[in-house]
């Protein structure tokens, strides 16, 4: 019998022990092990009972995702579930910390589950680019019904235990000692005659033309992901064919969806996300700072919603500004926040005021001296981020960490406003703060390991991705973004209009066209970043719609009007003629010749500009892998996750094949913005790709 399951009798009940750190993964081991120990509890006259329970933090949190792409070994998950499934003695589920997909599957092929009131139970699979694949769609709508069903499979995200007693997901739910529990509870089961057996039940009734409604509901979420589209046609199975005709469809469409290059890009995603936080240069042992007491500067937008952050995470936040006036406006934005999360039921009232009683507003810098970490969200001017940063040095106290929340500033030269070039850092957050997943980490060149190493567990902190990322112009994400966003300017001019560029690019998988973003963030905010800029090109396109926008105070949303229309304060676009029109005379003055433009080719020309980009920076050395590139634009820029961000993305296309789009665009467009790197001209010779590099 393998190590990492055992089998332990409790007077008539015996355990099933899975101990397979980190998260007892469904690998070969456990699969094997549990067979065994279901064989050799079957076959034991004095075992009347059996409890299914783990070691360390968690339930089985899934199938072992490594084990993708290789090839199987039996038994399978779904050998071993049928094997529990049709087990004749009473089974019980004992789950605390995390139930995941195949964990949660498991579970579900035993008679009756037990939760610790901490647990959380959920099939992920989805954002894995996967559906269930172990029965989980077939059973779990026959327990809890088709609805339920479908918004836990197609949104993966987990619920607690209060919600699955609900549904009828758990049977008990406790406080106590789960395994005990588990064992007494097994312990009463053992007499019962008739034990519920998932698989023969039938899914409640579905009303006619509930399928369409849903895949109506979800449409837009899921644009182009194959993923949910094939669960719901599981979950359509279970309701209208047998038990095994249904598994057969859910093992063909599994196989469909682990095969497909969208799984494959996810989770890349998955393993990227985690790897991440490994710094070569700082080590795991580093030794970090406590943070609790947080103070913002600046309560705009941004320095609201880093405190709003900071309060959602359980710390402390003095928030400052010039004037209380500013103040006050900062506090009604977090007040705002606050009301709508209650407003939809995302957290309580007494939530909400608990979050506010540790927000405190201050106009005086004498009040920072015991902050722990210092977030700066002034206006992206040097002259003004110096002066902060000069009497944030003579203020706060040794050890506190001072950070910029620029976007694209100069982070040494921030530093050497201080005394302390050591303590500074770049935490770069995206808006809105308070939602956005991603902080850009922005080493200096003298920030020490320490501050580093405290900074990314900070955005741990806060449940965002820390990503580190050198110190050039833009960082990584902005610095990308603007050969997107040039590339969108110049389609404009060339005659491709805002809202097909639009279009184009969101069926492709983005979240926003770059168009509704610019509106969306504030055209005049880029405007002024340009006008800041000295080192910008030499050519009168560039950039020129949005500027000529931005000079007639066409600002975007917040003024009704940007490169589309808005109705009385609605975030919905309209296209507007007259913008049309403005472009094509401005086209007509530089000299642009305006053509029908293809959707392949907005998107080569957006994306293989990220792609260029992304490359530079990965050879100038300002991230540190592609993978976290990939990160970056897959959490603050809503680049399809099921393309895996931009580098990942370029592998799938192939290397050599960007490459060769990307040397025709020099040809075509000339070398100014499209002269390939010599790093990816180095990949396209020699068949390499992004993922092989990341592992040299
Ligand atoms: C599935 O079940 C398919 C079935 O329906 C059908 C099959 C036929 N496998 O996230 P953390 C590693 S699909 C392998 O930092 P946390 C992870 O890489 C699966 N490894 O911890 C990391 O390794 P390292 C459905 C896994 O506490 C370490 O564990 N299940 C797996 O923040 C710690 O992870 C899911 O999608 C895995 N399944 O969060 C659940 N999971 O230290 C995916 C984790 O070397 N997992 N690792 O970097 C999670 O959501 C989180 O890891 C979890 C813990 C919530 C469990």
């Known amino acids: 019998m393998s190590e990492t399951v055992t089998l332990a009798r409790h007077g008539q009940v015996a355990v099933i022990t899975i101990d397979n750190p980190p998260v007892n993964a469904l690998s070969h081991a456990v699969r094997k092990g549990i067979g065994d120990c279901l064989a050799e509890a079957d076959g034991d006259d004095a075992i009347e009972a059996l409890v299914i329970y783990c070691a360390g933090r968690t339930f089985i949190a899934g199938a072992d995702i490594r084990e993708f792409g290789k090839p199987p070994q039996s038994p399978s998950l779904r050998e071993v579930l049928a094997q529990l499934d049709e087990f004749r003695k009473p089974t019980v589920a004992a789950i605390h910390g995390t139930a995941l997909g195949g964990g949660l599957e498991t579970a579900l092929c035993c008679h009756y589950r037990v939760a610790a009131s901490s647990a959380k139970l959920g099939l992920p699979e989805v954002r894995l680019g996967l559906l269930p694949g172990s029965g989980g769609t077939q059973r779990l709508p026959r327990l809890i019904g088709a609805e339920h069903a479908l918004d836990m499979m197609t949104g993966g995200k987990p619920v607690d235990p209060a919600t699955a007693m609900a549904w009828g997901l758990v049977d008990a739910c406790t406080d106590d000692e789960l395994l005990k529990t588990a064992i007494e509870f097994a312990d009463l089961k053992i007499t019962e005659k008739n034990?519920?057996?998932?698989?023969?039940?039938?899914?409640?009734n579905v009303e006619a033309g509930f399928f369409a409604a849903y895949r109506k509901k979800i449409a837009r979420r899921t644009r182009g992901f194959e993923a949910p589209e094939r669960i719901v046609q599981c979950v359509e199975a279970a309701v209208s064919v047998s038990f095994a005709d249904g598994m057969r469809k859910e093992r063909e469409l599994f196989r469909l969806c682990r095969d497909s290059s969208q799984s494959a890009a996810m989770r890349h995603l998955f393993f990227?996300?985690?790897?991440?936080?490994?710094?070569?240069?700082?080590?795991?042992?580093?030794?970090?700072?406590?943070?609790?007491?947080?103070?913002v500067i600046g309560a705009g937008t941004m320095g609201a919603g880093i405190a709003l952050s900071c309060l959602d995470a359980g710390l402390d936040v003095a928030m400052l500004d010039k004037d209380r006036q500013g103040?006050?406006?900062?506090?009604?934005?977090?007040?705002?926040?606050l009301a709508a999360a209650v407003g939809k039921g995302r957290i309580s009232d007494t939530q909400m005021q608990a979050r506010l009683s540790r927000l405190d507003l201050i106009d005086d810098f004498a009040a920072l001296a015991d902050a722990d970490l210092v977030i700066e969200a002034v206006f992206e001017t040097m002259a003004i981020k110096e002066e902060v940063f000069s009497a944030l040095d003579r203020v706060c106290r040794d050890g506190a960490i001072l950070a910029s929340n620029t976007s694209t500033l100069d982070i040494d030269r921030i530093a050497s406003a201080t005394s302390r070039p050591e303590d500074v850092i770049g935490l770069h957050f995206f808006s809105p703060a308070?939602?956005?997943?991603?902080?850009?980490?922005?080493?200096?060149?003298?920030t020490s390991a320490e501050v580093i190493a405290s900074s990314m567990r900070f955005a741990k902190q806060l449940s965002k991705i820390g990503v580190l990322v050198g110190n050039c112009f833009g960082f990584v994400g902005n610095r990308m973004l603007y050969g997107y966003g040039r590339e969108n300017q110049f389609l404009l001019l060339e005659g491709a209009a805002p809202e097909y560029i639009d279009q184009v690019l969101t069926?492709?998988?983005?979240?926003?066209?770059?168009?509704?973003?610019?509106?969306?963030?504030?055209l005049d905010v880029g405007y002024k970043v340009r006008q800041e800029r000295t080192d910008l090109p030499d050519d009168p396109r560039y950039y020129r719609v949005a500027d000529m926008l931005a000079e007639q105070g066409r600002y975007g949303?917040?003024?009704?009007?940007?490169?589309?229309?808005y109705d009385n304060g609605s975030r919905k676009p309209i296209a507007d003629p007259e913008v049309g029109e403005m472009i094509r005379r401005e086209a007509e003055r530089l000299g642009v010749e305006q053509r029908e433009i293809g959707g392949a080719e907005i998107i080569e020309r957006c994306i293989y500009a990220l792609v260029l980009e992304g490359a530079k920076i990965l050879e100038e050395g300002f991230a540190l892998r592609a993978s976290d590139i990939d990160v970056v634009w897959a959490n603050g820029y809503g680049f399809p996750r099921y393309r895996g961000g931009p580098m990942f993305y370029a592998d799938t296309m192939g290397v050599e094949k960007v490459y060769d789009a990307i040397c025709g665009f020099a040809e075509r467009f000339g070398p100014q913005y499209w002269s390939p790197?010599?790093?990816?001209?180095?990949?396209?010779?020699?068949?390499?790709?992004?993922?092989?590099?990341?592992?040299?």
């Not at 103040?327 to 926040?337: H, Q």
């Open 507 to 522: 069926d492709w998988g983005m979240a926003m066209g770059p168009n509704a973003v610019g509106d969306l963030a504030g």
């Open 434 to 446: 308070n939602i956005m997943k991603l902080l850009e980490i922005v080493r200096g060149a003298r």
């Open 327 to 337: 103040l006050e406006r900062g506090r009604a934005t977090i007040e705002k926040s």
């Open 272 to 295: 990227a996300e985690r790897q991440v936080a490994r710094v070569p240069d700082v080590p795991k042992e580093t030794e970090v700072r406590e943070i609790s007491k947080i103070a």
């Open 557 to 565: 949303q917040k003024t009704g009007r940007g490169i589309y229309l």
């Open 677 to 696: 790197s010599e790093l990816l001209a180095r990949l396209a010779r020699d068949g390499g790709t992004f993922a092989e590099l990341d592992k040299e």
């Open 195 to 204: 034990l519920p057996r998932i698989s023969e039940r039938k899914v409640a």
